[in-house]
């Protein structure tokens, strides 16, 4: 084999291969359109006397000749069957080995079911339209000897030229697939100029939320929680001996055990339990509510009502008693409130509104922005594989080529 031809194009190679070919399947093609031509003939001619054998057999019938009127039927009947089937053989347009094939097949199924008709119904039509039998029977024997011509050369002759007209016609599809590969290109190109946009407008509005969140009010009022909940926590751990008592007066106060627990006092307990950062933030300067529970604690410590263990008494009774004669959570209720103050006044206020607002419509245009660019992304994802199976179509087409041309002409070509 020669040495490889290389081609950047299948255009290229589909100019070459023409040059190639040429001198081969010009003559092939043309003796091929001949034989059709011939068969076509032959096949309008049995149509032709087909006609007769209706037009004679119609007459035979109108006269009523009781002697012949069945026979007349009989054929009257068959010559229809004639007509309709060979009617339908349609010669190709096209002259190819694959289609030329296919007509020579269809010929040959029809050929075999008019003998069997043949077979079965003229011997019985005889000795009637011996003329006009004897015509359909010499035109319908030429026209098998021009099927047999053509099916020789199909079979014999054109049959070689076959691998070089798949060749030539897969290089056309070839064509074809590489120009529909470039429209897929284009849409690719066109999702993705279609995503980017939106790639940008969530990421703008993600920045303008990240402002958000990060200066201004909400960040002031993020920062005041933080603190709140620090300062809450210290609380905790300053009352930390005080829970287990306040808990034991709580259950004491609502199963009648005395105490003399207001409402108020008890709402009040619950509250240094659960939040006491609120609890004291809320309280009067000088908390004189947590003063009023306390002194009842004491009472109830010294009266041993709360069955409290020592150690836990004894803690009980000196965080008691700091907070009562040192004023131990003065300074704290006053950082406390202006905390609370501060934070209450952010929430209240027009700006942080405004910025809630803000960030509500930020969020949904991003929700819809990200429905969008699903969308997108999904239609892009299909886009991508119809490109990748295009483009692994034309390299199998092109290795199929390249594999029949080296059959067909012994010579070694690639296709870029």
Avoid: C
Wanted: aromatic content about 6%; proline content about 3%; overall charge positive.
């Amino acid at each position: 084999m020669e040495t490889t031809i290389q081609f950047s194009t299948s255009l290229d190679a589909k100019r070459w291969l023409e040059s190639q070919t040429v001198a081969v399947l010009t003559p092939v093609n043309a003796q091929a359109k001949k034989l059709r031509d011939d068969m076509n003939l032959q096949v309008q001619a049995i149509m032709e006397v087909s006609k007769s054998l209706l037009d004679a057999s119609t007459k035979e019938i109108e006269k009523r000749n009781m002697k012949v009127y069945n026979r007349a039927r009989a054929l009257n009947k068959l010559a229809r069957l004639f007509i309709d089937r060979f009617k339908k053989l349609t010669a190709p347009e096209h002259v190819t080995y694959d289609s030329i094939n296919k007509y020579v097949q269809e010929i040959q199924r029809v050929f075999l079911v008019t003998e069997i008709d043949l077979k079965n119904w003229f011997p019985r039509i005889s000795p009637f339209f011996i003329m006009d039998r004897r015509k359909f029977l010499a035109t319908y024997e030429k026209a098998k000897q021009t099927y047999t011509y053509l099916n020789d050369y199909v079979t014999k002759e054109y049959v070689k030229a076959k691998t070089l007209e798949e060749a030539l016609q897969q290089l056309n599809d070839l064509q074809g697939i590489e120009k529909h590969l470039l429209t897929i290109q284009e849409d690719k190109d066109n999702i993705k100029n279609e995503r980017i946009p939106i790639e940008q407008e969530i990421a703008d509005l993600e920045e303008k939320i990240y402002a958000l969140q990060n200066k201004g009010p909400i960040n002031k009022l993020k920062l005041i929680n933080i603190e709140i909940e620090n300062l809450n926590n210290e609380l905790k751990n300053t009352l930390r001996h005080l829970q287990k008592p306040f808990i034991k007066m709580q259950a004491l106060a609502i199963s009648g055990g005395g105490g003399g627990i207001t409402p108020d006092e008890l709402a009040k307990v619950n509250q240094y339990i659960d939040n006491p950062f609120e609890a004291l933030a809320q309280e009067q300067n000088g908390y004189p509510l947590l003063k009023e529970v306390l002194l009842k604690l004491e009472s109830l410590i010294a009266k041993d009502k709360l069955k409290l263990k020592p150690d836990k008494a004894r803690k009980a009774e000196q965080t008691t008693k700091e907070i009562l004669q040192n004023d131990l959570l003065a300074n704290q209720q006053e950082r406390f409130k202006e905390l609370a103050q501060t934070r209450d006044d952010l929430l209240s206020s027009a700006k942080l509104d405004e910025v809630n607002r803000n960030l509500a419509q930020y969020q949904e245009q991003i929700i819809q922005l990200k429905a969008r660019k699903t969308s997108v992304e999904t239609h892009e994802s299909v886009k991508a594989n119809t490109y990748q199976e295009t483009v692994d179509k034309i390299s199998n087409l092109k290795r199929i080529v390249e594999k029949n041309i080296a059959a067909a002409l012994d010579k070694s070509i690639q296709i870029a």
